[in-house]
């Protein structure tokens, strides 16, 4: 027990823990903390000049506060951040916010109410860019505020914005790289097309899942009616009426055979009746009269059917109608076939002048009058409806039309070898991802930088009337260029950029720039050269904080020798949609620029989900704001649940996850609460740098065990696996508390120097490994011990490797896993680990000879013995599969005469009976005890508990019954456990009285009726 001298002297050399964490109020107290005492700061000037370790962040959307499913990225950021840090490596930790573009425009839109382009450009383009500023600035304050309290390390005020006039200038330079060499061309295509958001979308923006929805649309089979073919017509299957205006041919596959039903043309399907079967090419060239032929825009149309080997023919009749003004693949059909395009629909997707009755009609308006309209003149066979999978706007949610527009594209035929090339190069964490990321680069199509839209990046494309393209690559070029419009140009937006007139290079004429602005992927893409000063010959204070993002942030533009020092990035980290999105166009366009992939490894990661595996959404009522969640659970139960994730699948997130997580934290919280109760019971001070120097076995094995511990943990980090990080730190805290601490109780009720001073060093050691993962109640925890070093877990360093005596560590795993058994053995026998035991048998454990009194205490024994387990029965059945084969006819006969247990075990687990040698895998072997014996076993571990009582070993069972009752009585009645009691003790317990009343801390034990404590 305690040394009485201290008991009524206790000092408080460490401030007490409660019993449970309040993680919420803790963190925000380490926050101010880590405010007022500059820690971040600190960190930064102790590692400056130190290795770089360098990091470039994928910009955040400034559009709405953060989710729970932001928090996955930011706090993978951090951690590894951290991590570095703590390795002494000077970083950069700029963040970034994407700032305009769609993502932008949208929300806006729906802030301001505005549900059109037209009521956009009613409200004004400027006005309408002065409140996207707004927007932004509102929502990077209030993300700054949110990644801040998660617990994110970054260098808050110097973000970059995309929408600075610097950013926006070195895309430019991009784009009139692209220019010089050729790539950028304006292609006439048919393109997916948001007629909410009034642009095209391009194939990366489209590509993922997420992308669709499940709709219902119209199913129609419609006749058309050949010409010079007297009561025959082709039969025909879209789900798009909306196009049917704008047909111009129909098309066969022209080895498939088709069939004449009811006068009606359609594939033959083995079985049905025909009047007539012939080869789709018999088909072809075959004239009709289309479907609404009145229209004045099918005015001098031919209509015919066409071949086009790609026809689906296991859906519709195998007949396909062709609109090229309306699909993709039917716009590639008129350019193999000279067929004319019909453009149905303007960008708001109403038609056009042209087209009659329909003129001014929404695709979805108009399919009514369509169908009337077929059904009147005779032509609908046939009318349903589908549910199938159809695109929808990844931004506004809107189901996609397509349409035949002029866009920018940026050829990727030369910079696709490349980019492969430089993609082998890249060490991705999980490593699946890299091969997705070849998948993206080998099938991209030419990039489509171009959307009609109006707060984004003002394309410098000023197209002459001379047959020139005018790309403008600077500000100072557009200024030396520029005719007119300078004076009101407040940044390089529109429309402020719209009214600056230049000269063309070629024929000196005037020119105006095109009004459509750029993809935002090419914002967030020129990072890596816009943020680092890539080719500025002069750094420039604030030259980041310029245009929309003046009075914004601090961010300066360096000059060329800093973009050398920070460039590549030596890791990014990303979810994996990022793979056609920002790892996609930062790729693309640092390796025309410079040749080089802009990132040496990459971690990525998977959705975050509900608690039932649903995509989390507003509108579904189950997304969680991150704000929430923090006040809830806390910083560090969340960052431990992203963070023991695996990144390549899906996270369910949800509050019981982190119940869960709180509760496994608190084992570790109570390790050290145990140590600081007996350190300020003994009175024991910590010294900064003392080692632990213990001679004393179990201390000899802490250290060894932290020391793995501090090596595991480094291995994980050094390969981005954070569910590595946490598996070794709980598997460590599990060992700590229920071996270590527990055996050596006894020790700190003695206040045994050696006990504490090993318990202190190592809680310090591993306060140091988990602070990138919980760096809340890590520092909490390291303010609570450290009374003398370092005045942050952050500012401490990485531990010193120790040297790891990996003999004893694989003895005590050994007698743990005997203790295991033992325990499984009593279990199994009903008798409580509280009554002793005489004997233990172990049979087949490794070097634990010398452990036998640990076990012995463990599992409540008198003795353990070392040796062949003779208590067991060996229970031998066939292994019927295997052996019935084998055996045949006499697999009866081995079968009896295991079952009478005759045969003869050998060598190697095989066995001897009625004349065979049955191999371990043919029989399935069971040990069982013998009467008065619990056995336990596995992997050629046996134990075997001698179950029989004798009065003595009774005795001592109620009298630890006992010291259990009274020490539950001292809990109850609320006292401390220094607190000392008079006992009264009934019974026939006298022979124990004395050790009782040690266990109890009782000052005297007087006999009575029933048992009672007092406080003495
Ligand atoms: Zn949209
Ligand atoms: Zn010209």
């Not at 050269?529 to 010959?537: A, M, R, V, Y």
Request: with cysteine.
């Amino acid at each position: 027990m305690f040394p009485l001298g201290t008991i009524g002297s206790m000092s408080q050399v460490f401030r007490p823990l409660p019993n449970v964490p309040d993680h919420p109020a803790l963190e925000r107290e380490v926050l101010e903390r880590w405010e007022n005492d500059r820690t971040f700061e600190r960190l930064r000037e102790q590692n400056a000049g130190g290795p770089r370790f360098r990091f470039m962040d994928g910009p955040i959307t400034a559009n709405a506060p953060a989710g729970v499913h932001h928090g996955i990225g930011r706090t993978l950021k951090d951690v590894f951040l951290r991590y570095h840090a703590l390795r002494g490596f000077d970083q950069r930790y700029q963040n970034g916010f994407d700032s305009q573009g769609l993502h932008v425009e949208v929300q806006v839109e729906k802030a301001l109410g505005l549900n059109s382009k037209r009521e956009i450009e009613e409200f004004g383009i400027a006005e309408f860019a002065r409140r996207c500023r707004e927007f932004v600035a509102e929502y990077a304050a209030i993300q700054t505020a949110q990644f801040n309290r998660l617990g994110q390390w970054m260098d808050w005020g110097n973000d970059y914005f995309t929408f600075s006039d610097a950013n926006i200038e070195y895309i430019w330079r991009f784009l009139k790289e692209c220019h010089s060499r050729g790539w950028l061309y304006k292609g006439h295509r048919s393109t997916q097309w948001c007629p909410r958001c009034g642009t095209s979308l391009s194939k990366h923006e489209q590509a993922g899942d997420e992308n669709y929805a499940e709709l219902e649309h119209l199913s129609l089979y419609v006749r058309f009616r050949l010409k010079d073919r007297e009561g025959e017509s082709l039969v025909v299957w879209t789900t798009t009426p909306w196009t049917l205006p704008a047909n111009v041919a129909a098309a066969v596959k022209p080895d498939a055979e088709y069939g004449l039903r009811e006068g009606g043309w359609r594939l033959a399907v083995d079985g049905g009746e025909y009047d007539n079967v012939v080869q789709g090419e018999d088909l072809v060239g075959l004239e009709y009269e289309g479907p609404f032929d009145d229209l004045p825009a099918q005015e001098g149309v031919t209509h015919r059917v066409i071949p086009w080997d790609e026809v689906a023919l296991n859906e519709g009749t195998g007949i396909v109608h062709i609109a090229p003004g309306a699909g993709a693949e039917d716009f590639e059909l008129s350019r193999v076939h000279g067929l004319p395009v019909l453009a149905p629909i303007d960008e708001s997707g109403r038609f056009l002048p042209g087209y009659g009755p329909f003129e001014g009609l929404s695709t979805d308006e108009v399919a009514t009058p369509v169908v009337d309209e077929l059904e009147l003149r005779g032509l609908l066979v046939e009318a349903g409806t589908i549910v199938h999978r159809y695109p929808v706007c990844w931004r506004c949610r809107t189901p996609l039309v397509f349409r035949v527009v002029d866009d920018w594209f940026i050829s990727a035929d030369e910079i696709r070898a490349p980019m492969l090339e430089q993609n082998a190069t890249v060490e991705w964490t999980p490593p699946q991802y890299g091969k997705r990321m070849d998948d993206w680069l080998r099938n991209m199509d030419d990039w489509n930088i171009s959307r009609r839209r109006y707060f984004g990046l003002a394309l410098p494309f000023y197209p002459c009337a001379c047959g020139h393209l005018n790309v403008i690559g600077s500000r100072a070029e557009l200024e030396e260029r520029a005719v007119r419009g300078l004076d009101g140009l407040e940044e390089l937006h529109r429309p402020w950029i719209d009214a600056v007139v230049i000269r063309c290079e070629e024929c000196d004429g005037e020119v105006e720039r095109i009004p459509e602005v750029g993809d935002a992927w090419l914002d967030a893409g020129i990072v890596h050269f816009s943020t680092l000063g890539w080719q500025n010959p002069e750094w420039i204070e604030d030259g980041n904080a310029t245009g929309a993002a003046r009075g914004l942030t601090g961010a300066d533009l360096p000059d060329h020798a800093y973009w050398e020092q920070w460039y590549p990035a030596d890791w990014v980290c990303e979810g994996r949609t990022q793979i056609r999105l920002w790892f996609y166009s930062q790729c693309f366009m640092a390796i025309t620029l410079d040749g080089r992939q802009p990132y040496r490894r990459v971690l990525t990661y998977e959705n975050v989900l509900d608690e039932h595996g649903r995509e989390m959404h507003k509108s579904w009522g189950n997304a969680i704001e991150l704000n929430e969640a923090l006040e809830r659970m806390g910083a560090d139960a969340m960052r431990w649940v992203y963070c023991e994730q695996n990144p390549s699948q899906d996270l369910r997130f949800g509050y019981t996850l982190a119940e869960d997580v709180k509760r496994r934290l608190l084992t570790f919280w109570n390790s050290v609460g145990f140590l600081v109760t007996y350190a300020n019971i003994a009175g024991w001070e910590p010294e900064w740098g003392a080692e632990a120097s213990s001679e004393h076995a179990l201390d000899r094995w802490l250290v060894a065990r932290t020391g793995r511990l501090v090596s595991e943990a480094e291995a994980a980090y050094e390969r981005y696996w954070s569910p590595a990080v946490t598996t070794a730190f709980e598997r460590y805290v599990e060992d700590l508390s229920n071996w270590y601490v527990r055996r050596s109780r006894r020790r700190f009720w003695d206040g045994e120097d050696a006990a504490l001073e090993t318990l202190w060093w190592s809680a310090v050691q591993a306060l140091r490994v988990v602070g990138p993962v919980m760096p809340f109640l890590a520092d909490h925890l390291w303010r609570t011990l450290v009374l003398d070093g370092p005045d942050s877990v952050h500012l401490a360093g990485w531990p010193e490797a120790v040297e790891v005596d990996e003999a004893l560590l694989g003895e005590v795993a050994e007698v743990r896993r005997v203790v295991e058994l033992g325990r499984q053995a009593r279990a199994q026998s009903g008798i409580k680990l509280r009554q002793p035991l005489r004997r233990l048998v172990v049979q087949g454990a490794d070097g634990v000879q010398d452990h036998a009194r640990e076990i012995a205490e463990e599992l409540s024994v008198k003795e353990v013995e070392f040796g062949p387990v003779e208590a067991t029965e060996l229970r031998v059945k066939p292994n019927l599969p295997v052996l019935g084969p084998k055996l045949g006819k006499e697999l009866g006969a081995v079968r009896t005469a295991l079952e009478a247990g005759e045969f003869e075990e050998l060598e190697g687990g095989r066995l001897r009976v009625n004349g065979h040698v049955l191999s371990p895998d043919e029989v399935l072997v069971e040990r069982r005890g013998k009467q008065g014996w619990a056995v336990a076993g596995e992997d050629g571990l046996t134990v075997a508990l001698d179950l029989a009582l004798d009065e003595q070993l009774e005795l001592e069972g109620r009298a630890r019954e006992v010291i259990h009752r009274v020490n539950t009585m001292r809990k109850e009645a609320g006292l401390e456990i220094t607190d000392r009691i008079v006992l009264t003790l009934p019974g026939d317990l006298a022979e124990h009285r004395e050790w009782i009343g040690r266990e109890t801390l009782a000052e005297r034990v007087e006999p009575g009726d029933e048992l009672r404590i007092e406080k003495a």
